[in-house]
C-alpha cells in the first residue's frame, strides 16, 4: 500500500510542475496516466463506475469528480483540484491537492490554505482511541472557524484491497461518534471545502460536481496509515 501511496504522491508532485495557464486538463491526464503505468501501477479511477480518465480535474467552482478534457484549458488565476487513485500489486493509494494557476487572488489563496490545514487537523486525529467522527468534527471546525462550509455530499473512507472501504469519513459532525479508529486501519480523508454555501449539484456529464452557488471549492486528500504512535501519512514524499 505504500508503494501505491508513493506512486500517488510523485504523480502528484511530478503534475505540479505541469500546471500553468493554457495547458489542458486533458494534457494533465495523459501525462499522470503515462507515469503511473511506467512505475508499475494502475490508474485506479479509470474505468471505476465509467470514469473515462485516471486523473479527476476540477477547475474552480468545481467540487469534485471533473473529467479532463481538451477542451478544458487552464487559465491565469484559476484553482484546480487533483484526485488520483493508483492499484499496486493488490493495494490502493488515493490522494487529491488543489494548486494554483499562474497568480491566484488572496481569497482563493486562503480558502487553499485552509482547506490544506483541515486535513491535516483531521489526520491529527486518525490515532488508537480516538473515533472516526473525532477526524470529521475537527475538519468542519477548522473550516467553520474560519467562515467556509465543508461539503457534505462527499466523504472520505477506508482504504486498502478496495478503494472504498468502510468506514466512511464525514467531514462534519459531532465528535465522539462513530467506530473507534484501532492500529493498521488504512484511512483516504479528504475534506472539500467551499468558500459559499456546502451544496453542490451534478453536472450533466453525471460526474462533475460543482457548488450550487457558483463559489469556489478546494480539495485536500491524503491515505493515512494509523500506528499505536499516531497518524502517518502515505501519500506524502519523504522530504530531502
Ligand atoms: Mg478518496
Keep these: 500500500m505504500a508503494v501505491a501511496c508513493r506512486i500517488v504522491a510523485e504523480s ?3 503534475l505540479k510542475g505541469l500546471i500553468s495557464p ?4 486533458l494534457e494533465l491526464d495523459s501525462f499522470v496516466e503515462a507515469f503511473i503505468l ?3 501501477g494502475i490508474p485506479a479511477f ?9 486523473l479527476c480535474t476540477s477547475i474552480n467552482n468545481q467540487v469534485v469528480h471533473g473529467i479532463p478534457s481538451s477542451h478544458s484549458k487552464l487559465n491565469d488565476g484559476d484553482i484546480v483540484s487533483l484526485d488520483l487513485g493508483v492499484f499496486y500489486d493488490g493495494y490502493y493509494g488515493d490522494a487529491a491537492v488543489t494548486y494554483p494557476v499562474g497568480n491566484i487572488n488572496p481569497y482563493a489563496e486562503r480558502l487553499l490554505e485552509v482547506t490544506e490545514e483541515s486535513l491535516y487537523k483531521g489526520i491529527e486525529m486518525a490515532r488508537p482511541d ?6 470529521s468534527s475537527a475538519v468542519q471546525f477548522h473550516v467553520e472557524k474560519n467562515g467556509y462550509s465543508v461539503v457534505r455530499d462527499f466523504v472520505g473512507h477506508g482504504i486498502g484491497r478496495d478503494l472504498h472501504e468502510e468506514p466512511q469519513i464525514p467531514n462534519f459532525g459531532s465528535s465522539g461518534q462513530g467506530p473507534r479508529i484501532k492500529e493498521g486501519m488504512t484511512f483516504a480523508i479528504e475534506p472539500m471545502v467551499n468558500t459559499g454555501d456546502y451544496a453542490v449539484v451534478i453536472l450533466e456529464d453525471k460526474w462533475t460536481a460543482v457548488t450550487k ?12 496509515a494509523v500506528t499505536k504512535d499516531g497518524p502517518v501519512i502515505l501519500t506524502q514524499l519523504k522530504k530531502k
Design 46 to 54: 479509470k474505468g471505476y463506475r465509467g470514469f473515462p480518465n485516471s
Design 12 to 14: 502528484l508532485e511530478e
Design 22 to 25: 493554457g495547458v489542458t486538463t
Design 130 to 135: 480516538k473515533r472516526v467522527s473525532d477526524i
Design 213 to 224: 452557488d457558483g463559489s469556489l471549492s478546494a480539495h485536500f486528500e491524503h491515505t493515512v
Design 38 to 40: 511506467e512505475r508499475g
